[in-house]
């Protein structure tokens, strides 16, 4: 079956960089892009960006260019989500989502953001 | 950038019986190949989002087909036909045309 496994919880500081996984499996990791969005406490759902697994090409949402990048590792099926600069408003979960219609979730990584 | 607008907020709902949320979008979803990507997604508290519907209608694999979509262009549609215990959560419509928007998110709670 389809999974999205997420990396575990982080706390960083403000001004530090954090990444986050989201590993595959269950389907052909080239053939569907995967999203990231994130949700801060109590807060809705908020766009990212997407990678397209197969050519590694991305787009990434206004908000967040310049400080977002994501990657993948074709070898292990896994996406990567990088974030820098960090502030107290960048505390959120992170989830991964497969494909244009986010038809898979992964379960979520809490990044705390404390000084 | 596309707006997405969803009411009712919040949907207090009588076991058995139905709800409807709206979502209006600001621009015409119909992308240039022809699909309109507006999907529902549904978040019970505590779990990750989790995909009800796709391009306006189409009920994702195991989705109860209590859950219903509909629309056209800028305007659409989620009901529910009889309200469950287990539907208590929040709503969102998500647009992936261009490229992705989510609505404010409706609440679900049973009266």
């Known amino acids: 079956q389809v999974q999205l496994v997420q990396s575990g919880a982080e706390v960083r500081k403000p001004g530090a960089s954090v990444r986050v996984s989201c590993k595959a499996s269950?389907?052909?990791?080239?053939?569907?892009?995967i999203n990231w969005v994130r949700q801060a406490p109590g807060q809705g759902l908020e766009w990212m960006g997407i990678i397209n697994p197969s050519g590694g090409s991305t787009t990434y949402a206004q908000k967040f260019q310049g400080r977002v990048t994501m990657t993948r590792d074709t070898s292990t099926s896994t996406v990567y989500m990088e974030l820098s600069g960090l502030t107290s408003e960048d505390t959120a979960v992170y989830y991964c989502?497969?494909?244009?219609?986010?038809?898979?979730w992964g379960q979520g990584t809490l990044v705390t953001v404390s000084s | 950038d596309f707006v997405m607008t969803q009411t009712p907020l919040f949907s207090p709902v009588t076991l058995g019986q139905p709800a409807s949320i709206s979502c209006r979008s600001s621009q015409s979803l119909v992308h240039s190949d022809g699909n309109t990507y507006l999907s529902w997604l549904q978040q019970r508290p505590g779990q990750p989002p989790r995909l009800l519907i796709y391009?306006?209608?189409n009920r994702f694999s195991g989705v109860p087909d209590r859950f219903s979509g509909s629309g056209a262009g800028t305007d659409f549609t989620l009901k529910i036909s009889r309200v469950e215990a287990e539907d208590v959560g929040v709503y969102y419509c998500m647009q992936a045309t261009q490229p992705y928007t989510f609505g404010q998110g409706t609440k679900l709670e049973i009266k």
């Open positions: 391009k306006i209608s």
């Open positions: 989502a497969r494909s244009r219609g986010a038809d898979y």
């Open positions: 269950g389907y052909t990791f080239s053939t569907y892009y």
